[in-house]
C-alpha cells in the first residue's frame, strides 16, 4: 500500500515556509501501515497539478494533497482536481452552513461572496468536515485509487487526518503492519558503530531495513519493518536488536519510540515520582524552559525558570556573587554552579538545571570563546558541572546545549 | 532559470524528521534568480533515484539534490548519481586528507576504513569542500544541466550553499532577478481582503503574482515579480503596493521583508533606542523569551525573564500576591498586571511583558477556560492587560500568545 503525498502553494518554493504537513502525514500513514512514495511540492499552477496528480497516480494507491483550497484567486487545487477527474463543481449546503456559522461566530459578518465559494465541492466528492476552518477536505475515488484533498493550514489538515482520512483509509484498504524501532546511542560516530554490527546488518532479512540518523553527537539505528503479521514483524525486528545491542552496549541509550524526546522521558520520570525542576538559563535563553513547557503535563513537575541572560541578572536574581564573577568570568565552571545551586534553594526543587555559555556570534559579556558552554546539575546530592565546547554556530551552539542538558539531568535523575 | 530540489532519505517519508532544508535551498536559489519548480523527497532507493533524477533532468536547469551521502549501506545517492552519469568513482586525496584531520582532531582516531569511502568521488564531479562533515559536496554537469549533490545535515548544507553552491551558480547561469515582498496585514480575513482589492488583482501585470498567507489572525499579501531589470522590476511591484495600501489601510501593519520577524524588529529597535526588555513567562513557558534569544546580539536589550509556571513561583519570586490571586485567579487581568509590572522593577528594565493563561488541554491551577489568557505590557506609562481567547489547542495557544505578546510590545514602542 503506497501513498503519494503532494504540497501545494509557491510559498514552499519560495523557501517562505517549511513544510511540515508531510511529515506529519508520513508519520500519521506509516501508523496505520502506509508507505509513502514520494512528497512532491509544487507550485499553485494548473499545468504542473495536472502533472503531478497523473504522476501520483501512477505511482501510489493514495494520493493526499494539501494546500491551494482557500477562497482566494491564487488557491486553484479544487478546480485543477475536479477537472482531473472529469467533474464539475456544486454547493454543499452542509459546507455552506458551516462556513456561514464560523463567519458568524468568529468576525460576526454576513458570509461574503468568496468565500461561499468555499462550500463548492466536486459532485462525486465526499467532504470531510473541517470544524477548524472553511475548506472542507474533499475525498474522490477514481477506480481503486484515492484522492484526498486537505486544506494546507497545519492544525485545520491534522485533525482531518485524524478524524477522518485515517479512518476512512483503514476502512477501505487492507494494510501491512508496520514497525520501526529506534536504538539512541551517544558517543561514537556513525560509521564506527556501522563497523561493529557489519555483519548483521549484511544478514538483515528482506522485509527489515536498518538506518542511522545522526545528529550532535548521538546516532539513532533506525530498524523499519514490514509483514502481515503484527506479532511476528515484532519479534523479527527484537531478534536483530538482540543481536545488536552486545556490539554496542558502552554507548547504548536507550530506545527512542514514538519519537518521545528526551524531555518528555524526563518529564514522566519527575512526575511519577513526585520530584520538581527549576532552571537557571543563561546561553539557552529559555529554550530549556520551552522544552518542558510545550508538552501538556508541565505543570506536574516544573516549577519555574529565570533565565538570566544579563550579568546584572544572575547577580540580582540569582544571588550569584559578583566576586566569583569578577575573578572566574560569567561563563565559567563556578558561575554554572552557583546558578544551579541558587535555582534550586530559591524555587525549592529537587532538581534544578543551570547553563551559562556564549553561543556567539561574538564574546559577550565575558572573554570565553565562542561555543564555551558550562552545564551544571544541582540535586539532594549536591552540584555538578561539566564544561564543554559545542562549536562556533549560534543555533547549533544553543540546541546542543539544550540536549546536552537533557541528557546530563537524565543521568542524574537516573543515578539517584 | 529553474532548478529542482531533491532530498533524499527514508526518515523524511515516515516523517522522523521534518525538511527543513528544501526551504533553505528555496530562498537561497530565489536570492539570485533562480526559481524552484518542484521540491521532491523520496526513499534511499535506487530505482527511485534514478527515475528522480531523470524526472528532474527534464524539468529543470539545475537539479540540488541532499542526503544520502553518509558512510554506512543506507546511503546510496553517490553511487547511483555516478552510475545515473555514466561515471565512476575515484578517490580524491584533498577530500581523503580533509577526512583524516577531522578525524584526528575530533575523535583522536586513525580514519576507519568505512570512512576512506567518504573521500571516493564521480571523476568528472568538481568538489565542494565540506568543512564541517566528511562528505563533500559534488558538482557534476551534464550538458548544460547542472547536478549538485549535497549532504543533508542541514549546516553542512547550509555552509556548502552560502559558500560554494551560490557563487558558482552565479558564475555559470545569466538569471533574471526575482523580487518578492510582503505586506503584513492583522485582523481582517484573506477573503474580505480579497474582495477589497479584487480589481487590482484581475489586473496584475504578468510578470507580477499575488498570494495570500493567513496565519493566526494575521494575512500576508505576497507580491512576487521577475523580470531582467531589477530597478524596472522594483518599481512595477512598487506601483502595485501604493494602489493597494489605501485599500487595507486599516489593517496594514507593515512590510515583513528578509522574513524578518516581530521580535527582530523589536530587538533593532530597542538596541537602537538603547532601550531594555524583561519577561514574566507563565502559560507561554520560556517561548518569549527563546525567542529573543534566539537570534545574535541579544543580550544587547534583554536583560533576563522569570519563568513563573507554578503559582507559588509567582509570589515567591515576582511577588505576586496571593490574595490577588486568590480573589481574582491566577490567570486574571489582575495578576498578569502584577507579573508585568512587578519583573520591570526586579531586572530594572524600560518593558516588561507578561503571560499567564491556559493553554491546555486540562485545568491547571485555576478555573480559568482552555484558551483565556492574558498579557500585560509595562512601560513608563504604567501597565496595560489584555484578555484574549486564543482557542483549544495546546501548540496553537502558546505560539498564538507569544505572537500577541510581540505584536503588543510593538504597539508600544511605537507609540512610546
Redesign the interface.
Known sequence: MQAEIITIG???????????N???????L?SIGV??????????DRE?LLK?FA?AENNADIIIITGGL?????DITKHTLADYLEDTLVQNDQVLQHVEQLFKKY?NQPI????KKQALVPTKAKVLMNKFGTAPGMWLEKGNKTFISLPG?P?EMKALIDNEVLPNLIKKYKRPYIL?K?ILTYGL????I??RIEAI?DTLPKHI???????LGKVRL?L?GKGEDEAHLEMDIQSQIDKILPLIQDVFVGFQDN?EGLEQSIARQLTKKGQTLA?A?SC???????Q???H?G??AF?????????T??KI??LGVSEEVINQKSVVSLEVAEAMATNIRK??KTDYAVATTGNA???K??SDAEVGTVFIAIASKNGVKAYEFNMGN????V?NKTVNKALELLQKEIFEN
Not at 112 to 115: R, V
Not at 189 to 192: A, K, P, R, Y
Not at 302 to 310: E, Q
Open positions: 509557491d510559498e514552499i518554493l519560495i523557501g517562505q515556509i517549511v513544510d511540515t508531510s511529515a506529519f502525514i508520513g508519520k500519521a506509516n508507505s509513502v512514495y514520494q512528497i512532491t511540492s509544487i507550485q499553485d504542473h503531478a504522476e482557500g477562497p482566494t484567486k491564487d468576525i461574503s461572496e468568496i468565500n493550514v492544525y520501526h529506534t560516530g556513525e560509521s564506527i556501522a563497523e546488518e531495513k536498518l538506518a542511522y540518523l545522526p545528529s533506525r523499519s519519537d532552571l538559563e539557552t535563553g529559555g529554550k530549556l524552559a520551552e518542558f513547557t510545550s501538556a508541565a505543570s516544573f516549577k519555574g525558570a529565570i533565565v538570566s541572560y544579563a546584572q541578572t540580582d536574581l530559591i524555587i556567539g556570534p561574538t559577550g559579556d554556530h549560534r543555533e547549533r544553543i
